[in-house]
C-alpha cells in the first residue's frame, strides 16, 4: 500500500485534536484562522500565534442527509455541521442522532474516521 501524504496543516491541526491540543492562528489583530494558513486572511499579517481552541462550539448551521451516492447509502442520515468557536468556524460531521441536531447545540472537537475511506476528519459530539 502506498504511504499517505500529510496534509501539513490540517494533519497537524488533526494530530493536536487527537491530543486535545486543538488550536487556531491568531494575528495582532484578534483575527482567526486555522492551518495552513501562513498569512491572516482577513489583514495580510503573517505574525500569527498558536492558540487553543475553547472546548466548545456552537452550531451555527446543519444539513442531514438522508439520501446519498450510493456508494455512501448505507452511512445515511448523517449530519454535517458548521460550528462557531469564536475566532474561527469549523465544518465537521456530528456524532449524534440526526433528530437532536440543532442551531445553537453545544458540541466539542473530537478527531473521527471517516466510514468510507478510513481517513481521519473532524467531528463534533454533543456537550
Known amino acids: ?15 493536536a485534536a487527537e491530543e486535545g491540543e486543538a488550536y487556531y492562528l491568531s494575528c495582532a489583530n484578534g483575527h482567526g484562522s486555522l492551518p495552513p494558513r501562513r ?12 492558540e ?5 462550539g456552537t452550531v ?10 450510493p456508494s455512501f447509502s448505507a452511512k445515511t442520515p448523517y449530519t454535517t455541521a458548521i460550528v462557531d468557536f469564536g475566532p474561527v468556524r469549523l465544518t ?4 449524534a442522532d440526526a433528530d437532536d441536531v440543532e442551531v445553537g447545540m453545544r ?21
Not at 487553543?52 to 466548545?56: A, E, G, K, R, T
Not at 478527531?111 to 459530539?125: A, C, I, K, S
Open 1 to 15: 500500500m502506498k504511504p499517505k501524504v500529510r496534509d501539513a496543516g490540517y494533519d497537524d491541526l488533526l494530530d
Open 60 to 69: 451555527e448551521t446543519y444539513t442531514t442527509t438522508e439520501v446519498a451516492a
Open 107 to 127: 458540541v466539542g472537537l473530537a478527531v473521527g474516521r471517516n466510514t468510507m475511506t478510513g481517513n481521519r476528519m473532524l467531528t463534533f459530539h454533543p456537550r
Open 92 to 95: 465537521g460531521i456530528v456524532r
Open 52 to 56: 487553543p481552541l475553547p472546548d466548545s
Open 39 to 50: 498569512t491572516c486572511p482577513h489583514c495580510g499579517s503573517v505574525d500569527l500565534s498558536e
